[in-house]
């Protein structure tokens, strides 16, 4: 019985995540349509289209010379280009390796979030069901245009998993080798391209540390960002002198401030989660006034 029981953890319940997978991005990876939503092939696709045909050809593209008259490309972090799992666009038929990019994140988020679940004492039915309400989420789906995002959204629970292991070792061993996975996992969440996630990533790390403060959780937690540090130093140094040098780092503090409020959550926002279809039209204020009609 407990053979069965480990069969149907470890085998079946992620089989059914891997056949729900590959049902809903059935057209992108076998029928030979791709992602064309915004930034999807207005900014991604050609990316790493530029970074798989230099490196084929034998080049590390550390210069991109087809934007703005020239442009570093490695030192930005949305290049991905030393992200582990961009190998599948760099070896594979780029159009079915970038769709393959995406449809196995998707999965590997999905498939983080069982285990984890699994962890933390969930039935295997109800780790299933949390990973297939993770992996097809509206935000996962959503995030499917900001690769960045996605490529390193879905490293979390399975980074939370790892630490929580470093932290109930009772070995020295132990305790080392998964503070040491944790940082590697956090390097390749940063190299992902996307320093927000990683930043709420860092912080729920510290925030979960204090529930085995009797354990000294914050010599694992130093640990791992150390590791962390140092691992990602070839990408990371060539990115602080990016943003050192970019045109964001020298604007004027009026012109941050109209940047930073273009994108900023209006207020009525908020209300938007409650009725998102009676708000779409504009803004609260517009609809109060009138100077749109209701959608």
Request: with cysteine.
């Amino acid at each position: 019985m407990r053979i069965k029981e480990r069969i149907t953890e470890k085998v079946i319940y992620p089989m059914l995540l891997f056949v729900l997978t590959l049902l809903f991005f059935f057209d992108t990876l076998f029928l030979g349509n791709s992602f064309s939503y915004r930034d999807t092939y207005r900014y991604f696709y050609p990316y790493k289209k530029f970074v798989s045909e230099w490196l084929q050809s034998g080049v590390f593209p550390h210069w991109n010379p087809l934007s703005s008259c020239g442009t570093p490309f490695f030192a930005g972090l949305q290049s991905q280009a030393a992200y582990p799992l961009s190998f599948l666009h760099y070896l594979l038929p780029f159009n079915f390796g970038f769709n393959l990019f995406i449809a196995l994140h998707v999965f590997l988020g999905g498939l983080f979030i069982y285990y984890l679940a699994l962890e933390f004492g969930s039935k295997k039915y109800s780790a299933f069901f949390s990973a297939v309400v993770f992996a097809f989420s509206g935000y996962i789906i959503s995030v499917v245009e900001m690769l960045t995002t996605l490529s390193s959204v879905i490293w979390m629970p399975l980074i939370l998993l790892i630490f929580k292991k470093a932290l109930e070792q009772r070995e020295l061993k132990g305790k080392l080798l998964y503070t040491c996975f944790t940082g590697i996992l956090l390097v390749i969440q940063f190299l992902g391209g996307e320093p927000a996630v990683l930043y709420i990533t860092i912080g729920i790390l510290g925030l979960f540390s204090l529930f085995f403060y009797e354990k000294k959780p914050w010599l694992i937690f130093s640990g791992t960002l150390l590791v962390a540090l140092l691992l990602s130093a070839f990408q990371l140094l060539p990115f602080l002198e990016f943003l050192a040098n970019s045109d964001r780092s020298r604007q004027t503090e009026a012109v941050t401030r109209i940047l930073n409020g273009l994108w900023s959550f209006p207020p009525e926002g908020i209300l938007a989660f409650i009725a998102p279809s009676f708000f779409k039209a504009g803004s609260l204020l517009e609809f109060l006034s009138g100077e749109k009609d209701q959608i």
